[in-house]
């Protein structure tokens, strides 16, 4: 039987969304935030623009990209780019775990275009990304959550296209460089990377895409909430801090944090080190153990923030469906009563297996600490299991 671990990860806070806070963090860190006042006073929204502000410099967002604060968290931001602004041309949209799938669903089920060419992959798979074709819209994902796959770079997306690239980059953003001259629409939510409060979203526009929004009108009708344009204008309130709906002004407070502690970490330079050094912290012990794997196949599109694992253990792949997803249940259960893991279980949609935030406000240290523990928890597990059916 595998020892017991006698130190445990500070921070036991390994899920994919929300994410963990950022280290040190506490609830004095809002002592400042602009509440029982309306977020059009001067003042709330100076710190709505501070938000915009401070996120184009940790990110290098080009200064003729507008960057704007949305409602309803990354699914928010995506679907009001889609309903916006898709219908002037043919669409590529790929979907290689949920949320991409739910964007070919949203295409093809709600929009109804009638040009659309769907790429799927398998869980831990990617699709051919030569088959997309630039002259066409194109909506992907930067990285996908659920299958801990990525887009390894910018490469097939070409700098002469006629279409617009829609980028649904809530797990991606924050981790990567991203080439923001290859993205025309980029999404994002507050709670992923840098373990901010849920409920906002962030979409950034080229100047393609405000061209697009302001030429062409979309043959559907939209709620208020996805409005960017007022007849042929772009409502440049929206990326000045004047929100469409109500923000809370406490979620704004803590991102203002947040981006603080980014800056201080070296702005995007210094989130990717941190990502990279807790993703290798995972995978030394990987390389190292023989009961799990990752579920990405190929290294150069495996995600270094959600970071998602299989079970390779005979005994474990010769149990059905219904007894992987137990096993997984039970570990996971046992590591959150031991408070040194939560949250660690993959998505209900992707097959049976664990999930770690790897993203930069985790520790790699915790990472190191949360390994033996996987380790101790798997052997309980099976070894409970195996007496149970005994």
Known sequence: MTAKPAVKPQNPCFSSGPCAKRP?????????????????????????????????????????????????????????????????????????????????????????????????????????????????DVVFTWNGTTGGVRVPDADWIKADRKGLTFCDATSGVFAYD??????????????????????????????????????YKAPRPLPKIFRMVNGDKLIE?????????????????????????AEGCGNLKGLIKRVDDNYAAVEGWVAKTDWIDFLATDVAFRSKTSVCLKIVDPWFTDLDDDGQQ??????????????????????????AGLRLWCGATVTASDLTLLTGWLDWAYAATKEAAQAKAA
């Open 237 to 261: 309130g929206i990326f000045q801090g004047e929100t469409i709906n109500t923000p809370s002004m406490l979620a704004v407070e803590d991102c203002i944090d947040a981006l603080k502690w």
């Open 24 to 136: 040190g963090w506490s609830l004095s860190a809002l002592e400042g935030a602009f509440l029982g006042r309306s977020h059009r006073a001067a003042e709330g929204k100076a710190k709505l623009k501070e938000v915009i502000d401070r996120h184009r410099a940790v990110l290098g967002i080009p200064a003729d990209y507008r960057i704007g604060i949305v409602a309803g968290s990354d699914t928010g931001a995506i679907e009001m780019a889609m309903w916006s602004m898709l219908g002037q041309r043919g669409v590529d949209v790929l979907g290689w775990e949920v949320f991409g799938l739910d964007w070919i669903k949203d295409i093809t089920s709600q929009l109804k275009l009638e040009d659309v060419r769907t790429m799927k992959a398998d869980y831990g798979q990617l699709p051919d990304l030569s088959q997309v074709d630039c002259d066409r």
């Open 326 to 351: 137990a096993v997984i249940k039970d570990l996971a259960k046992i590591l959150s009563k031991e408070n040194a893991a939560h949250d660690i279980v993959g998505h209900r949609d992707a097959p």
């Open 178 to 215: 991203l080439p923001w001259d290859k993205l025309d629409i980029t999404t994002w939510s507050w709670q992923k990377v840098l373990g901010g409060e849920a409920g906002h979203g962030m979409i950034v526009l080229s100047p393609r895409a405000v061209e697009r929004l302001t030429a």
